[in-house]
């Protein structure tokens, strides 16, 4: 039996519902990036077609239902949280039951087949097996307590949430420079101990130690993290690193929080001894950490509601408030390169072995864009002469593209904050650097 042809009306609810989910394009989800081609292509068409009163199809074929379902299962899905590709293909396969079961049903519906095509794609395209677990058939009632992004979804899809949840960043790396969850931009003196994060969920503190005698500048050679015990998902579990000492293990030698498959807090580890990362699923929040050279360097994503549920007596936390201004020594809005003096400083303003210019051109080689990385990147050198800080600055940023979930931020641009032209001339620099540095070690 052919394909039978969709009527005019259903011809032209589709590019009309098309327009309308190109309409809401900038209400996507922050930090999701965009879906697969083929998906895109899929929910157009089927929500575009599936509108039961113009389409005449029978009323037992559920394929209807079944996108329903499946945009249900998928909608909340990040492809940069751990077990992404997993919780997909459980949908798809699932998706893919639930066509089957209509097929009869469904002979001759274009929208059927289409969903039956866009199947077997998506299906090649994430290397996804055709057996295999699949997602509960009630995405509605159902939820892992222990994922953060399911159960956030859930809330959503009750509707006693609206919103999707928004994420913020955090990052430490140099001697040191922060990076707060409301994006300023600090390089701060802070020596000792220091707490960046300190919520009902999560803490974080860091030790900063003297970099050269005689200056304030300070690097990271300790840090602490204690993920707190929450409900069925997880004990207490304590993370702590120093330098030449980055376990892949938690304090206690375990390696994950919580029972199950996947974990709901486990540790990766991504170079021996250099890199880790944790993901903590329960509450929708990554950790790097990582050692270059002598000092460690810190990076999180972390639910700005989560972020921000802390007591009173919690005010001081650096990734929240930044560094108390006693302790800051850029311009007071992170701009190392904008102090600027009223003459030009007197005697050697750098470490022995860089000049600006040979600074500034190592640095160009790890930082090609001359924002505020590549800026933080010529002051440590100048104020270390340690060449390790060209690559803390280069894996700070790296670590910013992987976590921050708003790519028109990633970068911060010395002249503004942020969004100035690129290619800002090293020129106008000079003369903050040199009057910051000189400031240093006063």
């Not at 009902?200 to 990271?220: E, I, M, R």
């Not at 080689?365 to 803390?392: H, M, R, W």
């Not at 931020?409 to 800002?424: C, D, E, K, L, N």
């Amino acid at each position: 039996m052919g394909l039978r042809a969709a009527s005019p009306s259903c011809a032209a609810a589709a590019p009309a519902s098309a327009a309308a989910a190109a309409g809401a394009e900038p209400r996507r989800r922050p930090g999701l990036g965009p879906p697969p081609l083929a998906l895109l292509l899929l929910l157009l068409l089927s929500l575009g077609l599936l509108h039961a009163g113009d389409c005449q199809q029978p009323a037992q074929c559920r394929i209807q239902k079944c996108t329903t379902d499946f945009v249900s299962l998928t909608s909340h899905l990040n492809s940069a949280v751990d077990g992404f590709d997993s919780e997909f293909c459980k949908a798809l396969r699932a998706y893919a039951g639930c066509t089957q079961r209509t097929s009869k049903a469904c002979r001759g519906n274009l929208v059927y087949h289409s969903a039956v095509l866009g199947i077997s794609d998506l299906m090649s395209q994430r290397n996804c097996s055709k057996d295999g677990p699949t997602s509960p058939t009630n995405p509605e009632v159902t939820h892992d307590p222990c994922n953060y992004h399911s159960h956030a979804a859930a809330r959503e899809h009750r509707g006693g949430d609206q919103n999707p949840p928004n994420y913020l960043f955090c990052g430490l790396f140099g001697d040191p420079h922060l990076r707060t969850f409301k994006d300023h931009f600090q390089t701060c003196k802070v020596e000792g101990a220091w707490p960046l994060i300190d919520n009902n969920y999560l803490s974080v503190q860091v030790t900063n130690v003297p970099v050269v005698p005689g200056s304030s500048a300070t690097a990271t050679n300790k840090i602490t993290i204690i993920f707190k015990a929450h409900r069925e998902c997880t004990d207490q579990k304590v993370y702590q690193a120093v330098t030449d000492d980055l376990p892949a293990a938690f304090v206690d030698g375990s390696t994950s929080g919580g029972d199950g498959d996947p974990k709901s807090l486990r540790i990766v580890e991504r170079e021996s001894g250099r890199s880790v990362e944790m993901h903590a699923r329960y509450m929708g929040t990554t950790v790097f950490v990582r050692q270059l050279g002598r000092y460690l360097t810190l990076a999180i994503r972390m639910p700005e509601a989560l972020a921000m549920a802390y007591e009173a007596s919690q005010d001081l936390q650096l990734c929240v408030t930044g560094c108390p201004l006693g302790e800051r020594i850029d311009d007071g809005q992170g701009q190392v390169s904008a102090i600027l003096g009223p003459g030009l400083p007197r005697g050697p303003a750098a470490r022995p072995g860089y000049t600006l210019e040979t600074a500034s051109a190592r640095c160009l080689e790890q930082v090609p864009l001359k924002d505020i990385y590549f800026q933080s990147c010529v002051f440590d050198l100048l104020t270390t002469g340690d060449a390790n800080f060209t690559a803390a600055a280069h894996s700070a940023l790296e670590d910013v593209e992987a976590l921050h979930p708003r790519k028109e931020r990633w970068h911060i641009f010395p002249s503004s904050g942020r969004g100035a032209p690129r290619g800002r001339p090293l020129s106008s620099a000079t003369l903050g650097l040199t009057c910051l540095i000189l400031a240093v070690f006063l």
